[in-house]
């Protein structure tokens, strides 16, 4: 097959190739506010059930968007509000323990001791290194608390800027799916908003679906160890929660980290973690074989392999919120292949 004029294609494609490398790294450079949008996004969907039910019993809209709204974050505060007493009595329990500690190692001869103890060691020399290393690596310390406190400050404004999207999604969200409706064909635009409408009704579905999940750990958490007399019970069922909120992996990694923090924080001859840790396990088989199905069957219907396939995929494409979205993006996908794609190979 013979190309004309080859030095106008090769040009061509020379310039597509240019502007799909400078999309990609817009796109790229945009990675942390595209992020915020598609959290703020996937969040308000989840508020969407809750607002369409309150719609559906001839409530307001502005009145169902609030109400939702007040409630859900209403109970936020409340969390935070009942973890601050409990946590401020742990964290003065450990600045204890710690000066217990600091106070019987100062009444200890401990060069006296490391040089009985260790006969072949140079304490001296040991103790010089260390305060050497420490001069010399004093500035690579700073700037790792720097960078700390920078994470944290970014983290409480990316927080910040999710939420304020959120209300305003959750406030526009039928004036954006009406504007997105018009920008396709008005032959086809019923049936794009047909498809719309089940693909975030599938993923508000989700959200409600895992949070109730996730409330279901953490209050079975938060009861569990209270019972148990085990340290920071608010706190802890507020990680069960959030755990939860991760398929697959997040109610086991959430009960490890549980069971873990119990076993350095009780006293070493506390029984709470080892009850504990026998009481996720009944759990987690309780929720993958009872409460799990119940409540995911009427949310989302996909597939167990896809289910998994779709977890690895976003969480390793996107790391957490790869993971959290994964599977109602997976639905919607098959949502259109079962709606579009295969009622189009039936008619030809």
């Not at 106008?8 to 190739?17: M, P, S, W």
Request: hydrophobic content about 55%; aromatic content about 10%.
């Amino acid at each position: 097959m013979r190309i004309e004029r080859p030095f106008r294609l090769g040009f061509v494609a020379t310039l597509g190739v240019l502007a799909a490398l400078v999309l990609g790294g817009m796109i790229s450079s945009l990675g942390t506010v595209l992020t915020y949008v598609g959290a703020a996004l996937f969040l308000a969907l989840g508020f969407e059930p809750i607002i369409g039910w309150l719609e559906r019993h001839r409530w307001p809209r502005w009145l169902a968007i609030l109400t939702a709204l007040v409630a859900v974050f209403g109970a936020l505060a409340l969390v935070v509000w009942a973890m601050i007493p409990s946590v401020t009595q742990q964290a003065a329990s450990i600045v204890e323990r710690y000066n217990t500690i600091v106070a019987s190692i100062t009444q200890l001869n401990v060069i006296e001791w490391a040089n009985t103890t260790f006969p072949d060691l140079n304490v001296n020399q040991a103790i010089n290194d260390a305060l050497t290393w420490l001069r010399d690596n004093v500035a690579v310390i700073g700037g790792g608390v720097l960078q700390v406190g920078f994470t944290i400050v970014n983290g409480f404004f990316g927080t910040l800027i999710v939420f304020i999207l959120t209300l305003y999604f959750v406030s526009n969200m039928n004036s954006m799916k009406r504007s997105f409706y018009q920008l396709t064909p008005a032959s086809r635009r019923a049936r794009v908003a047909d498809l719309t409408e089940q693909i975030t009704s599938s993923v508000g579905r989700y959200v409600v679906g895992q949070v109730s999940l996730g409330l279901v750990n953490g209050v079975l958490t938060f009861i569990i160890l209270t019972l148990l007399g085990a340290a920071v019970p608010a706190l802890f069922a507020v990680v069960a929660f959030l755990g939860s909120l991760i398929p697959l992996v997040g109610t086991l990694s959430a009960s490890v980290v549980i069971v873990l923090l119990q076993l350095v924080l009780t006293d070493s001859g506390s029984n709470v973690w080892w009850i504990l840790a026998i009481w996720y396990v009944v759990y987690m088989q309780l929720e993958a074989y009872l409460i799990s199905p119940r409540i995911m069957s009427s949310a989302v219907k996909v597939p167990g392999p896809v289910v998994v396939i779709a977890a690895l995929t976003g969480g390793t494409l996107l790391g957490l919120l790869g993971a959290l979205v994964a599977i109602p993006v997976a639905a919607a996908i098959l949502i259109l292949i079962r709606e579009v794609w295969i009622p189009a190979q039936n008619e030809r």
